[in-house]
C-alpha cells in the first residue's frame, strides 16, 4: 500500500512538471511550481527528483516513449523499407506538429537557446535517428539496401525529410505527404545522376 502512494506521488509529481513545461517551459519552471501544481510539498519531490534537471530528464524520457510509440505502429512487414520509412518519419513530424509540450520546448530553444531544453531534443532526435539504423540494418539483411553507415544515412534521412516537409514551405509552395515521400525515395533510391555509374568527362 504504501508503495503505491509513493508511485502515486511521482505520478503526480511527473504530471505537473510536464504541464508546467508545456504552459510555462523550462526555464520558467520552479520547483515550487511543479509543487503547487501537484499538491505535494516541495520536499516530496526532492524525495524523486533531486533537481529541475533531473525531473526534466525524466519528462523527456516519457516524451521519446510517446514519441517511439507513434512511430513503431506505423511499421508494417509487407510493405517495402521506403514505405515504412516515409510513413514512420510522417508520424515524427505530426508528433512535432501537435504535441503541445514538443512545441512549447522547440519555442523556447529557439526564442532562448536553453542548454538543457537544446539536450532534451536532442535526446529524442537521437532516438529517432538510432530507430532509422536499426531499419536500415534490417533492410541492408534483406537486400533492400546496400551496404552503407547505418548510423550517418539515418541522421541524413531524418535531416532531408524535415526539411522536405517543414523547411521547403518556408519559401515555396508546401509539399504534400504523397509529394514529401516521392521526393524523399527517389533521391535515396536513385540519387540525382542521370544513369548509375556514369561517369564524368574530364
Not at 533531486?50 to 506505423?74: D, N, S, W
Request: hydrophobic share 40%; with cysteine.
Amino acid at each position: 500500500m504504501l508503495e503505491r502512494k509513493t508511485l502515486d506521488r511521482k505520478r503526480l509529481i511527473v504530471e505537473a512538471a510536464e504541464k508546467s513545461f508545456t504552459m510555462f517551459g523550462y526555464k520558467a519552471t520552479t520547483m515550487d511550481l511543479v509543487s503547487k501544481l501537484a499538491g505535494v510539498g516541495k520536499g516530496t519531490i526532492y524525495t524523486f527528483f533531486a533537481t529541475k534537471e533531473e525531473l526534466f530528464g525524466e519528462i523527456i524520457r516519457q516524451l521519446t516513449a510517446e514519441m517511439k510509440a507513434a512511430v513503431v505502429t506505423r511499421i508494417d512487414s509487407s510493405r517495402s523499407f521506403f514505405e515504412n520509412l516515409t510513413d514512420a518519419l510522417h508520424g515524427v513530424l505530426q508528433f512535432r506538429e501537435t504535441h503541445e509540450l514538443f512545441i512549447k520546448l522547440a519555442q523556447e530553444f529557439r526564442e532562448l537557446g536553453t542548454p538543457t531544453v537544446q539536450e532534451g531534443l536532442s535526446m529524442m532526435e537521437e532516438a529517432v535517428i538510432l530507430f532509422i539504423e536499426r531499419e536500415i540494418e534490417q533492410a541492408q539483411q534483406k537486400g533492400e539496401l546496400r551496404e552503407m553507415n547505418p548510423s550517418l544515412t539515418a541522421f541524413l534521412m531524418i535531416r532531408m525529410y524535415l526539411a522536405l516537409a517543414a523547411e521547403w514551405s518556408k519559401r515555396h509552395e508546401p509539399l504534400t505527404k504523397e509529394e514529401v515521400a516521392e521526393q524523399f525515395t527517389s533521391l535515396f533510391r536513385y540519387g540525382i545522376c542521370a544513369k548509375q555509374g556514369e561517369e564524368r568527362d574530364v
